[in-house]
């Protein structure tokens, strides 16, 4: 089982970036899923959530209105659409999944699967 983030990389300030997710190896059309993201010298935190249906999405106060999460089950990939980039949105972005069906992620802890990450850079 593997989720592969893509999407990364340099943009300057103002501008968007679409990361991607895309799962192999099972499904997680039952499954919800999420994006945190880890700066340099901090802690990893939570930046958006979706439930397995896609009908219910959350998202961290510093990017609400900014991020937009989003998935497509027939293609078994998950999406965060970034607008607005900030310097301090830099930082790896994580995908990850809860294993138990229909249940929400009310933490990363929750999430028994990751990707690897992928780097998003906003220079101002």
């Known amino acids: 089982v593997q989720l592969q983030a893509s999407g990364g990389g340099l943009v300057q300030a103002g501008g968007s970036l679409r990361l991607s997710c895309a799962a192999s190896g099972r499904t997680f059309s039952s499954n919800a899923m999420g994006w945190f993201r880890q700066a340099p010298g901090k802690e990893r935190e939570f930046v958006a959530t979706?439930?397995?249906?896609?009908?219910?999405?959350y998202y961290a106060n510093s990017v609400k209105g900014r991020f937009t999460i989003s998935r497509d089950n027939a293609k078994n990939t998950m999406y965060l659409q970034m607008n607005s980039l900030k310097p301090e949105d830099t930082a790896v972005y994580y995908c990850?999944?809860?294993?138990?069906?229909?249940?929400?992620?009310?933490?990363?802890?929750?999430?028994?699967?990751w990707g690897q990450g992928t780097l998003v850079t906003v220079s101002s």
């Open positions: 990850a999944a809860r294993n138990t069906a229909f249940a929400p992620i009310r933490s990363q802890w929750e999430c028994e699967y």
């Open positions: 979706i439930s397995w249906s896609g009908g219910s999405t």
